[in-house]
Every structure is written in structure tokens, then in C-alpha cells.
């Protein structure tokens, strides 16, 4: 709707001021028919005055420029803007800007991506001090003014519909939202954020869920299903069993049921492994491997011990740093079994590419060496530039030692640990069967025929140096003939087990 502000009464005065729905412009608008007489500029300011109108600074130079134009009648506008108003500027609206990982909306975001795997994690999880999002608060906005000098309103911005519940809070500083705990991000329809601890998966770890990564304990409460991934930051508990999947856990990982991996996963621990039956699988531990019914044609390799006391190791590798216990060794079918105690198979992989490196510099040592014990022989003669290289080639020298010295000390201590955790002993309480092959430490014997137990197998000088014996039941010492092992660990594909976890802090 435009208003109109008429001078006077209707038809007396040669003008009119116009304002429109907005109030925002303000037009001076020559009315026809009427004369101008002697309309001036003082008689518009006037009208404009008794109206309470705003006046722009250029305001009388427009209707003055306007009033002459009409005089000479030279066709010029009939309607001209004199004053234009403030309009108000209105508040933004509280918004949120998600941390990449965090956003809900991520995976809309990629719906354009030329390739979209379905395995991704369709789970958050973030660490202690993680930022989640960023919280910006509604601003009021700025009220205007219009061309009668009335305030316009400023509509404020809408407040946030998000906000942190638990496991999470907000800087009111910064307004970052920081995780409090290692877990899981849930963001509810209301805007409830909460950060779990840990992750609890009720059901299957398949394509509901995607991989699994979670900085903190993993609990699932079903089955880890084929070429799925779980990596987990503490403990991995799965209640049902792992199939062609991918398990690693810095911690322990328990296994309900089986795992079953076949040459498509592994599971690998920080920590112990338990489970109720390994089949055709690659296990390794830094810990101890617990099995509690049966180890079939399985690759398992512990840090500690392997505990199979109630169960059965047959037609697999069995790698043990400290001793192996079970029931039954072996099969009636004699699939070929090689169980391995006192073992350090982790410390090759350690140690071998540290002493390669160290090789590598003492090779480099050896080349700048000689140059320097030239420069060394004739000092007193040597000018200050030949004096300042040799004090470079010095340092240089000294760098590399020092390199040297402290990857000698990782390997060290890699062996001190070995010899803390060595047991070359293995404790079989019902048989073990022909076509098990035992190795203690370097030795090895092939075992050809059933043997009862219960009995132990372990290393005894008898003169000629270490010697694998039995010890059984009843308290014979049977020698059995040992050769020496020549290291069959180079042809056996050995995991690359999960970091050992920082010291903690000292107090």
C-alpha cells in the first residue's frame, strides 16, 4: 500500500509526498492540473517538517533540481526520490559448524562421490578433547528507521537446537563443544549431543554399522561379519564370532565364539586374546592367547603364553614367547603341527630393522672416518677454515654414533623383554599325535608316534647342550633327538601386532 502525504488540503497544493508500503523511500510527485504558482523550496522543507520526514543530505538539492525541471516544463520526472529510510538489519540465526568427522550430514554431502563404499563407518566416535563442533549464538540484528523517523524492528536470529547433554560441554569462550570422554558422538532428533564412553554395538558389526573405530572399549553384542573392520583404541569384547573380518585392538580382544577369519582378516591384540575356537586364522598377541576349545589349522602368535588347557592345537603354527599348555597336540590325521615355545618372534621385528639402519650409518661412520683422522694427523698445520671443518666432520661423527647408540638401546631392552617373558616349555595333558613337529627355543624334534601324557617337553643340558626331553607323569626324563632349528619363522607371514601403549605418566 502507498501512503500519501498531501500538502494541504487535496488539490490545493501542486504537489504531493509519497512513501511506500515499506516506508522506506520517500518521493516527491508532481500532482496535474494544479499550478505551481510560486512553489518553492522552503514551502516543500515546510510540508516535510509538518510530516516529521526524514531529511538525506541531499534531499533539498533533489528538490530544487525537481521544482526547476517542473518550471520549465522540459517533460522531466513527474515523481522523484527525496528520502530513502534505514532498513533494519535482523539477527542471524544461532548455527553450528560441525568438525568434518562429526557432521550428521557427512554422508549426504558424499552422496555425489563418484565412489561410495558401504563398508565406511557409519558410526562417530571421537577422543577426550576432541572439538565436536563450534557454537555460534544469535545475534539481535540492528533495528532501522523510516522516512517518518519511526523505528523498524530488528527480528532477532533463531537460538541453536543443538546442545551438549553428556560427555561433552561447551567453552562459552569459544563456544566449542569438547568431548570429555574417548566414545561415541550421538546426536538425537531434539538436539541432545552426548558423548558415550566407549562403544556399544547392540546387534552385528555389518552394513548398519559399517568399520568400527573407536578410540575406547568396543563391546558388540552379535557377530563381526565378513570383510568388516574393527579397530579398537582399549578392549575389543565381541559376544558371537568373527568371520572373514579384521579385528585390532590395543587392548584384550574376547571372542565369545569362534573366529574364523580365513585368509580374508586376523585379529590382533595389544593385549590377550581369548576365544572359544580358532579356525584358519591368524591371531597375535602381545599377551597371553587363551583358547578353550580348539585351535584348528590356525596361525597363532603370543607375546606370552598359549593357554589351551582344555583344548586342542592341531594342523597350524603355534608361536609361543612363554610356554604353550593344552590338551591335545596334533590330530589323529596327523595334520602337520609345529608348536614353538621359548620362541621371540616378536623381537625379530623389533630388532631387524633398527640393526639394518645401525648398519647403514656405521657403513657411513666408516667412509667419513678417514678423511677425518687425516685432517686429525696434521692439526698444528691447518689453517682456521680446514680447523672449523674438522670441528663439522667431529660433530657430524658424533651425530652419528649417537644415532647408533640409541637404536642399540631399543634392541636391548627389546631382548631384556624377551628374556623376561622366555619359557621354552610345553605341557600337553592328553596326547600328542604324530606329525607334530616341537621346537624349544633353537632346538627341535619331530615327533613320529601318539604319546600319552600327561607330560612336558623341555630343554635340558645332557652334556652335549640343550637336549629336548619329556617329562612324564610318573617322573621318566625321556631324551628325544633334537636338532637345531634353523629359524622356519623366516617363512611363516608374521603380524605386525597393534603399538605397545605409552608408560603412563609419573606422578
Same mark, same amino acid.
Given at each position: 500500500?502507498?501512503?500519501?502525504?498531501?500538502a494541504?488540503?487535496?488539490?490545493?497544493? *501542486?504537489?504531493?509526498?509519497?512513501?511506500?508500503?515499506?516506508?522506506?523511500?520517500?518521493?516527491?510527485?508532481?500532482?496535474?492540473?494544479?499550478?505551481?504558482?510560486d512553489?518553492?523550496?522552503?514551502?516543500?522543507?515546510?510540508?516535510?517538517?509538518?510530516?516529521?520526514?526524514?531529511?538525506?543530505?541531499?534531499?533539498?538539492?533533489?528538490?530544487?533540481?525537481?521544482?526547476?525541471?517542473?518550471?520549465?516544463g522540459?517533460?522531466?520526472?513527474?515523481?522523484?526520490?527525496?528520502?530513502?529510510?534505514?532498513?533494519?538489519?535482523?539477527?542471524?540465526?544461532?548455527?553450528?559448524?560441525?568438525? &568434518?568427522?562429526?557432521?550428521?550430514?557427512?554422508?549426504?554431502?558424499?552422496?555425489?562421490?563418484?565412489?561410495?563404499?558401504?563398508?565406511?563407518s557409519?558410526?562417530?566416535?571421537?577422543?577426550?578433547?576432541?572439538v565436536?563442533?563450534?557454537?555460534?549464538?544469535?545475534t539481535?540484528g540492528?533495528?532501522?528507521?523510516?522516512?517518518?523517523?519511526d523505528?523498524?524492528?530488528?527480528?532477532?536470529?533463531? #537460538?541453536?537446537?543443538?546442545?551438549?547433554?553428556?560427555?561433552?560441554?561447551?567453552?562459552?569462550?569459544?563456544?566449542?563443544?569438547?568431548?570429555?570422554?574417548?566414545?561415541?558422538?550421538?546426536?538425537?532428533?531434539?538436539?541432545?549431543?552426548?558423548?558415550?564412553?566407549?562403544?556399544?554395538?547392540?546387534?552385528?558389526?555389518?552394513?548398519?554399522?559399517?568399520h $568400527?573405530?573407536?578410540? /575406547?572399549i568396543?563391546?558388540?553384542?552379535?557377530?563381526?561379519?565378513?570383510l568388516?573392520?574393527v579397530?579398537?583404541?582399549?578392549?575389543? $569384547?565381541?559376544?558371537?564370532?568373527?568371520?572373514?573380518?579384521?579385528?585390532?585392538?590395543?587392548?584384550?580382544?574376547?571372542?565369545?565364539?569362534?573366529?574364523?577369519?580365513?585368509?580374508?582378516?586376523?585379529?590382533?591384540?595389544?593385549?590377550?586374546?581369548?576365544?572359544?575356537?580358532?579356525?584358519?586364522?591368524?591371531?597375535?598377541?602381545?599377551?597371553?592367547?587363551h583358547?578353550?576349545?580348539?585351535?584348528?589349522?590356525?596361525?597363532?602368535?603370543?607375546?606370552?603364553?598359549?593357554?589351551?588347557?582344555?583344548?586342542?592345537?592341531?594342523? /597350524?603354527v603355534?608361536?609361543?614367547?612363554?610356554g604353550?599348555?593344552?590338551?591335545?597336540?596334533?590330530s589323529?590325521?596327523?595334520?602337520?603341527?609345529?608348536?614353538?615355545?621359548?620362541?621371540?618372534?616378536?623381537?625379530?621385528?623389533?630388532?631387524?630393522?633398527?640393526?639394518?639402519?645401525?648398519?647403514?650409518?656405521?657403513?657411513?661412520?666408516?667412509?667419513?672416518?678417514?678423511?677425518?683422522?687425516?685432517?686429525?694427523?696434521?692439526?698444528?698445520?691447518l689453517?682456521?677454515?680446514?680447523?672449523?671443518?674438522?670441528?663439522?666432520?667431529?660433530?657430524e661423527?658424533?651425530?652419528?654414533?649417537?644415532?647408533?647408540?640409541k637404536?642399540?638401546?631399543? $634392541?636391548?631392552?627389546?631382548?631384556?623383554d624377551?628374556?623376561?617373558?622366555?619359557?621354552?616349555q610345553?605341557?600337553v595333558?592328553?596326547?600328542?599325535? &604324530?606329525?607334530?613337529?616341537?621346537?624349544l627355543?633353537?632346538?627341535?624334534?619331530?615327533?613320529?608316534?601318539?604319546?600319552?601324557?600327561?607330560?612336558?617337553?623341555?630343554?635340558?643340558?645332557?652334556?652335549?647342550g640343550?637336549?629336548?626331553?619329556?617329562?612324564?607323569?610318573?617322573?621318566?626324563?625321556?631324551?628325544?633327538?633334537?636338532?637345531?632349528?634353523?629359524? *622356519?619363522?623366516?617363512?611363516?607371514?608374521?603380524p605386525?601386532?597393534?603399538?605397545?601403549? #605409552?608408560?603412563?605418566?609419573?606422578?
Open positions: 500500500m502507498t501512503h500519501i502525504l498531501d494541504g488540503a487535496r488539490g490545493t497544493q *501542486p504537489f504531493a509526498l509519497r512513501a511506500d508500503d515499506e516506508r522506506l523511500n520517500l518521493n516527491l510527485e508532481r500532482v496535474g492540473g494544479v499550478p505551481l504558482g512553489l518553492s523550496l522552503q514551502t516543500v522543507l515546510d510540508e516535510m517538517k509538518r510530516r516529521r520526514c526524514l531529511m538525506d543530505p541531499q534531499t533539498t538539492e533533489v528538490i530544487v533540481r525537481t521544482i526547476a525541471a517542473w518550471r520549465q522540459d517533460g522531466g520526472p513527474s515523481e522523484v526520490l527525496i528520502v530513502k529510510g534505514h532498513p533494519p538489519v535482523h539477527g542471524a540465526d544461532g548455527r553450528i559448524d560441525w568438525s &568434518p568427522q562429526c557432521d550428521p550430514d557427512r554422508r549426504d554431502a558424499d552422496a555425489d562421490a563418484v565412489q561410495v563404499s558401504h563398508y565406511d557409519q558410526l562417530v566416535t571421537v577422543r577426550a578433547g576432541d565436536i563442533a563450534v557454537l555460534h549464538a544469535p539481535t540492528e533495528p532501522g528507521v523510516d522516512v517518518f523517523g523505528e523498524l524492528p530488528a527480528r532477532s536470529g533463531k #537460538p541453536i537446537g543443538a546442545r551438549a547433554v553428556a560427555g561433552c560441554h561447551v567453552d562459552e569462550t569459544t563456544g566449542r563443544m569438547i568431548a570429555d570422554v574417548n566414545g561415541t558422538l550421538d546426536i538425537n532428533r531434539q538436539g541432545e549431543i552426548r558423548v558415550t564412553e566407549g562403544l556399544h554395538i547392540s546387534g552385528n558389526v555389518d552394513f548398519k554399522t559399517g $568400527v573405530r573407536s578410540p /575406547g568396543v563391546q558388540i553384542d552379535g557377530n563381526v561379519v565378513d568388516f573392520h579397530d579398537a583404541g582399549a578392549d575389543a $569384547v565381541i559376544r558371537g564370532d568373527v568371520h572373514l573380518a579384521e579385528i585390532r585392538a590395543a587392548g584384550n580382544v574376547h571372542v565369545g565364539g569362534a573366529i574364523a577369519t580365513g585368509d580374508k582378516g586376523l585379529c590382533l591384540a595389544g593385549g590377550d586374546v581369548t576365544a572359544r575356537m580358532v579356525e584358519a586364522s591368524t591371531v597375535g598377541a602381545r599377551g597371553t592367547i583358547v578353550t576349545r580348539e585351535a584348528i589349522s590356525a596361525s597363532l602368535f603370543a607375546g606370552g603364553a598359549i593357554d589351551a588347557a582344555g583344548g586342542t592345537l592341531s594342523g /597350524g603355534f608361536v609361543a614367547r612363554g604353550i599348555v593344552c590338551k591335545v597336540l596334533g589323529a590325521g596327523e595334520a602337520r603341527t609345529l608348536a614353538m615355545a621359548g620362541v621371540d618372534w616378536m623381537i625379530d621385528r623389533i630388532t631387524r630393522p633398527l640393526l639394518a639402519e645401525v648398519e647403514n650409518i656405521r657403513a657411513d661412520l666408516a667412509k667419513r672416518q678417514p678423511a677425518l683422522d687425516v685432517l686429525r694427523a696434521s692439526l698444528k698445520r689453517t682456521p677454515a680446514q680447523r672449523e671443518q674438522v670441528v663439522e666432520l667431529e660433530f661423527a658424533q651425530t652419528l654414533q649417537d644415532e647408533i647408540d637404536r642399540m638401546a631399543v $634392541v636391548q631392552a627389546a631382548r631384556q624377551g628374556e623376561a617373558h622366555h619359557l621354552p610345553i605341557s595333558a592328553g596326547e600328542v599325535h &604324530p606329525g607334530v613337529e616341537i621346537r627355543a633353537t632346538r627341535l624334534t619331530k615327533n613320529d608316534k601318539c604319546i600319552k601324557g600327561p607330560i612336558t617337553f623341555k630343554l635340558t643340558d645332557l652334556g652335549q640343550p637336549q629336548i626331553v619329556a617329562h612324564t607323569a610318573g617322573g621318566t626324563i625321556l631324551p628325544l633327538k633334537t636338532g637345531r632349528a634353523t629359524d *622356519p619363522l623366516l617363512k611363516i607371514d608374521l605386525d601386532l597393534p603399538p605397545e601403549p #605409552p608408560e603412563p605418566p609419573e606422578a
